[in-house]
């Protein structure tokens, strides 16, 4: 049906939660399309993981389209790269199950994620949002992925799948791959305008901590020039001291290569107002091909409904032969295809 190599095998997902952010974009996307030049790569809009939070179902269905022509603009090609929605291949949600009898209280109970949205959404702590790391688990190891491209906040996440990964292996034989996460050395977490304390989060209800990449230039400058800076001045890069310039140093270094030492030199001179432009105008340029490619695929909804139902065919292939092979290891009794 496809081609497959002896390429390794990169696995990522994101949520069509809202716009992507800056955030998203440093930390994963953008390292997705570098990754496709070298490596066999699959990407899931991760749908199902985004209803652990209440979603507008009209909404929420724009957001998915929304979220694949994003990953399409930043250049990802739908030829070398397998692109797909989760909710259309039901072997993410079969397996997830059959690792959740792996997969202890304990553990889930440890991760960060879980508390810190448990903070945020007190009034819908749902089952979902507690089972969330399985059902990563089970995208990533549903299809035997190496590495896992992923920005510091999922760390954890990748730990508890490997956790798993271990455990079902000694329990039956090698059966998954025990993938390695993928961290970017620069632009793993970006923080948020507002509270530089936070990481930059695209369910922000404050609009003004977060750059879309979908942003007018107009908006990307404003919020620029309103993000928190420190008290003192001086480009001086200490996150402890100085959280805001740091963070904007980092976005600026992630952006054009330099390092945080080069900026640091270059701009000693400069004041705050001026640096906060200079970013900007990195951030504009970096995203205008993107929304000019956003704008016209979003409008080709022939092609995008190609790429969503050959990206779904060529993952379920995948994804069966992985289940099926778990299925007998468990001794589940086997099922005439
Ligand atoms: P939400 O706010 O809905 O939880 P999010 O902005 O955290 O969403 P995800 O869809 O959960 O985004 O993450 C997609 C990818 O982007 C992940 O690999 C994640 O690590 C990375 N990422 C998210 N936020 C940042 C950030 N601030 N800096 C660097 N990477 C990030
Ligand atoms: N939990 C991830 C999104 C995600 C993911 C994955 C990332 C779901 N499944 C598999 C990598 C691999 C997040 O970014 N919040």
Redesign the pocket.
Known sequence: MQQETQKKLI?????PTGVFTLG?YIG?VRNWGILQEEYDCMY?V?DL?ALTVRQNPTEFRKACYRALALLLATGLDPQKNILYF?SHVPQHCELSWLLNCYTYMGELSRMT?FKDKSEKHADNINAGLFD??V??AA??LLYN?DL????A??KQ??EI?RDIAIRFNNLYGDTFTVPEAYIPKSGARIMSLSEPDQKMSKSDPNANATIYMLDEPDVIVRKLKRAVTDSDSGIVFDPEKKPGISNLMNILSSLTGKTVAQIQDECSSMGYGDFKLMVAEAIVEEFRPIQERFKALEKDKQFLAQVIKDGAARASYRALRTLSKVQKRIGLPPRER
């Open positions: 696995f990522s997902g994101i949520q998203n994963a899931c991760v993981h989760q994620q969330y790391p059902l990563m995208d990533i992925a896992v491209p992923v920005g906040d999922q996440h990748i799948t």
